[in-house]
Every structure is written in C-alpha cells, then in structure tokens.
C-alpha cells in the first residue's frame, strides 16, 4: 500500500479503528508464523559458517548495534557474510562503513537475525521461510521491558537460539521460552573526529553544557526528555549565564519545536534538529560537558557506554540494562520508582512497568557536576577507565566460538 493511499484511509477512518484492525492483522500474521513447520537444522546442507542480517548501513541505534555485532564477527575464526537488511523503506541507508561487503547470499548454516521484535515477522515474510528452512536460526534481539509481550512468543517457533546484548534482556525472554538465551556483551567502540567541535555545532565556547538526544520517530515517552527538561530548570533559574541545553532531537515538526521552546523560555539552549551520521553524533556527545538520559527503559543505553568511553560524564536512571555497565562510581545513577504505563505506547503495552526517574536527585547531581570540578573529574576518570579496562574482560569473541561449536558438535 503507497503512502497516498495510507494518508487517504485515515482520512476517513477513525484512527482506533485502523489501530484495532491492525493490531488483529498483526496478531493473525504471529499466529501462522507460530503454526509454520519449519525444516529442521541440517548440519551437512550448508557450510560452517554465520549469515549475520541487519540494519548496516543505518545511521541508528539499531544500525550501531548490528555494526558491533558484526565487527565481534570480523574479529573470530568464524566464516560469516552480511547481509543488509531493513524492514523500514522509511529511514536513510547513510552509513557506508560496511560497503562492498555485502551479499546477497545465506550461504552459511547459521542465520543471526539482528531485526527488531516488533519487525520481525513482517521480516520473516520478506526474507521468505525458505530461507529458514535447514539453517539453525538465531534472534540478536534488545527489549525494553521486564516483559515480554505475549502476542509475540509465536515468532520463537522459527528460532533455535537467541542472543542479546545485556542480561536485562536474556532475563525477559528467558521467561517465555525454554529455548537457549544467551548474553553477548557489546564491545562498545566511539570513533569521533575533532573537526566536529563546539564551532562545527554552533555551540558555545563559555557556558557549561548539558545534552540529551531524543528522536520524534521513535517512542519519545521511554527516552523521557521532560523529566531531564524539569531537572535542567529544577537545577539553575532562567537567565543562568554560563550553563546550557543542548537538545539533539531527530525528526522534530513545528509544533513540537515550539512547544520545547516554549517550556525553556529564558534558558540557554540550542537545537540541533536532524540526522547525523554516527561519528558525528559521538563528536557532539564528546564536546559537551554531560550527557543526561533520565530514561524509562534501556535494552542497552549504547550511547550512555559510548559517553563514558569519550570521557563526558553522564547522568542516568538506575535502572535496566544500563545498570550492568554503570555504577554510583562511574555515573550519577538517579533514584526512580517504577510506575505502570497507564495506555499503550506500541510497542508496550498498558500495565507494563518502567521506571520514573527522580527530577529532584538529577538535579542536584547537574548542579553538582557543574560546581565540583573534583567530583566532575572523578566521574570521569572512573568511567573512562571501567569502559576501557573492566568492561572489555567480558569476552563476546570466546562466547560467540564457543556457541558456534556447540552448534555444530
């Protein structure tokens, strides 16, 4: 269905009703995916070998997080292709890190599917379960919540195995199926470019600088950027020279721009509304002063691990998988209570729980960062060193070769 014949339905048709027929859609589609016999693992049918799918050349979180899955992969004995893959037409094929490595082939015996949950059987449809058929196939999945949604369990009927990046998530899924659920840490990598500085941003040079990064295309009520927006005003009173807000905001309109305008009136803070690539996204986050993400739920929290390993301190809620990287040493871990999610928010669910940040505690903890340049230091040591040192003894090349074996014993 084009976009032109999209825009004139929900002219016409109320917008819960096109929300209801989808979801019923949906939930049939997971249904017969549940119900489809797959051809079982046929060690002899393909070589040994990974066929990692994803998001490559997204300029993205998801983007990233398939480029470091795939880097691990370069740097194992492991045979393995890659293929490009996006269920979305909608977002930009930007990054060229991995040109003229791609291939169109799933030559090797093991599938690893780095594609979101919430795309993943609209990928199976588009990849066609012939492709399935005889490979052993593994989900590289992130999830947000605790939970995990009951309407998707059918899909795992086409796994063998799933892998995430943090226990957080493993946890989640482990709770819905007996199949393996294994944690394959992130070797979380920053490269940053020093033309890209203050000047580059239009940012100033005196003024001690916040930033949070929020995109409109995304959920923006699990980033939470008005929690960290009432703590930056709970902190220092309109018209405070010499501190400021940096809000890199992806996809904003108008009304939305206005509206942050609005809320921040008399404050410094500067706008940066639009997509960058990713080493320029790493240089804005090294150039400021500290990076706030006062968030409900993090499958990861990539760019909080790539803020301490640039050396920016960073202010964050205590909460998911973030935690597994982070600590009262190396961050500002802010108090929260959980909290239901009082409506859907696709794709969570209402009665889900996430986290609701305490405004008072991270603003005392910007007031602090700004003022004590020994504690600043100390936060920032702390980190650089874990992210460089502590965090690199997990081991995802082992991990990765040993599961690989186990396969193909």
């Known amino acids: 269905m084009n976009k032109k014949v999209k825009e004139a339905i929900k002219k016409v048709v109320p917008v819960n009703m096109l929300r209801w027929y989808r979801d019923k859609v949906n939930q049939f589609r997971l249904n017969q995916m549940g119900k489809i016999e797959k051809v079982p693992f046929d060690k002899e049918a393909f070589p040994m070998g990974i066929n990692l799918v994803g998001s490559f050349s997204h300029d993205s979180g998801l983007g990233q997080s398939c480029r470091l899955v795939a880097k691990e992969l370069d740097r194992t004995d492991i045979p393995h ?12 094929h930007s990054n060229h890190e991995f040109d003229g490595r791609y291939s169109t082939e799933y030559k090797y015996g093991i599938n690893l599917f780095h594609i979101n949950m919430h795309e993943f059987d609209k990928a199976y449809r588009m990849i066609g379960k012939e492709t399935w058929n005889k490979h052993y196939n593994i989900a590289f999945w992130l999830w947000e919540m ?11 009927n086409q796994l063998d195995e799933i892998w995430t990046p943090a226990e957080f998530v493993s946890e989640a899924v482990r709770k819905v199926t007996d199949k393996p659920v294994y944690t394959i840490p992130y070797t979380v990598e920053a490269p940053y470019d020093e033309k890209y500085d203050r000047k580059h941003f239009d940012l100033p040079e005196d003024k001690f600088l916040f930033l949070m990064l929020f ?29 400021g807000m940096v809000i890199k905001i992806g996809n904003a309109g108008k009304k939305e721009l206005d509206e942050l305008r609005q809320s921040l009136e008399g404050y410094n803070v500067y706008y940066i509304n639009r997509m960058l690539p990713k080493v320029e996204v790493n240089s804005l986050v090294r150039c400021v002063d500290v990076y706030v993400s006062l968030h409900r739920s993090e499958g990861y929290g990539l760019v909080l691990a790539e803020a301490m390993l640039l050396g920016t301190p960073t202010i964050a809620t205590n909460y998911s998988a973030n935690t597994e990287f982070q600590s009262n040493e190396t961050a500002c871990m802010v108090d929260c209570k959980m909290i239901p999610l009082q409506q859907n928010l696709y794709p969570y669910e ?4 996430w986290a609701d940040a305490d405004t008072d505690q991270a603003a005392a903890y910007m007031k602090e960062l700004y003022s004590d340049k020994e504690k600043y230091e100390e936060i920032k040591t702390a980190a650089l060193k874990y992210m460089t040192d502590e965090a690199r003894t997990a081991d995802p090349i082992h991990i990765m070769e040993k599961l690989t074996e186990q396969i193909y014993k």
Request: aromatic share 12%; no cysteine.
């Open 146 to 156: 605790q939970e995990f949604p009951k309407r998707w369990i059918p899909m795992i």
């Open 350 to 353: 209402k009665g889900y729980l």
């Open 81 to 92: 292709n890659f293929i490009d893959f996006s269920v979305s037409a909608d977002i930009p």
């Open 215 to 243: 995109d409109s295309n995304s959920l923006s009520e699990r980033k939470n950027p008005k929690a960290v927006i009432k703590a930056f005003k709970k902190a220092f009173p309109a018209g405070t020279d010499d501190v």
